[in-house]
T-cell receptor, first 112, second 113 residues
Framework: SQKIEQNSEALNIQEGKTATLTCNYTNYSPAYLQWYRQDPGRGPVFLLLIRENEKEKRKERLKVTFDTTLKQSLFHITASQPADSATYLCALSGGGADGLTFGKGTHLIIQP | DGGITQSPKYLFRKEGQNVTLSCEQNLNHDAMYWYRQDPGQGLRLIYYSQIVNDFQKGDIAEGYSVSREKKESFPLTVTSAQKNPTAFYLC????????????FGPGTRLTVT
């Protein structure tokens, strides 16, 4: 069955440093990979989408890479700030509007 | 303001009762989705609909039912057949086609005792 793994432990990063989150998947050939941010008690908010034929995508301080050979995506937040503290979810889709398959998320804590 | 709304934010029910969760969007999206989230878990897909009057089961549809009579609305009924209904329920919508992000509502936290 499809499986998505994200860092199961909380990730503590010093303010100003780069935070790197990992998403690994098995038994899946996604057409798209998406990253969402979720704050406690709230719905996820979309951050970035990367297609299977793209290696890297950037948006302001955010960068996503997608390696379909390694079956892995890395999500980077540069110049991290305490306001970046949240849970970050990786989600895969095969294309179309069939719904997303989510990982459990990584809880990121940026310490001042 | 365009967006997706869910109501109520908190819902309490007794075991054995059916309960309906509301989801409305004014984003003109064709596709709508229901997910369930349990503590420390990722979101799991319950049902989705790509067009009015049509919907498909997701990974955990047992004990749930939906309807899609209007483009803007996609209510979810949690029936008494759902063995562990207490959870955080999230509704989302998106354009159909390739590679569109999903917009999520604020969620409904359902507690069944």
């Amino acid at each position: 069955s499809q499986k998505i793994e994200q860092n199961s432990e909380a990730l503590n990063i010093q303010e100003g440093k780069t935070a790197t989150l990992t998403c690994n998947y098995t038994n899946y050939s996604p057409a798209y990979l998406q990253w969402y941010r979720q704050d406690p008690g709230r719905g996820p908010v979309f951050l970035l989408l990367i297609r299977e034929n793209e290696k890297e995508k950037r948006k302001e301080r955010l960068k996503v890479t997608f390696d379909t050979t390694l079956k892995q995506s890395l999500f980077h937040i540069t110049a991290s700030q305490p306001a970046d503290s949240a849970t970050y979810l990786c989600a895969l889709s095969g294309g179309g509007a069939d719904g997303l398959t989510f990982g459990k998320g990584t809880h990121l804590i940026i310490q001042p | 303001d365009g967006g997706i709304t869910q109501s109520p934010k908190y819902l309490f029910r007794k075991e054995g009762q059916n309960v309906t969760l509301s989801c409305e969007q004014n984003l003109n999206h064709d596709a709508m989705y229901w997910y369930r989230q349990d503590p420390g878990q990722g979101l799991r897909l319950i049902y989705y609909s790509q067009i009015v009057n049509d919907f498909q089961k997701g990974d955990i549809a047992e004990g749930y039912s939906v309807s899609r009579e209007k483009k803007e609305s996609f209510p979810l009924t949690v029936t008494s057949a759902q063995k562990n209904p207490t959870a955080f329920y999230l509704c989302a919508s998106s354009y159909t086609g390739e590679g569109y992000e999903q917009y999520f509502g604020p969620g409904t936290r359902l507690t069944v005792t």
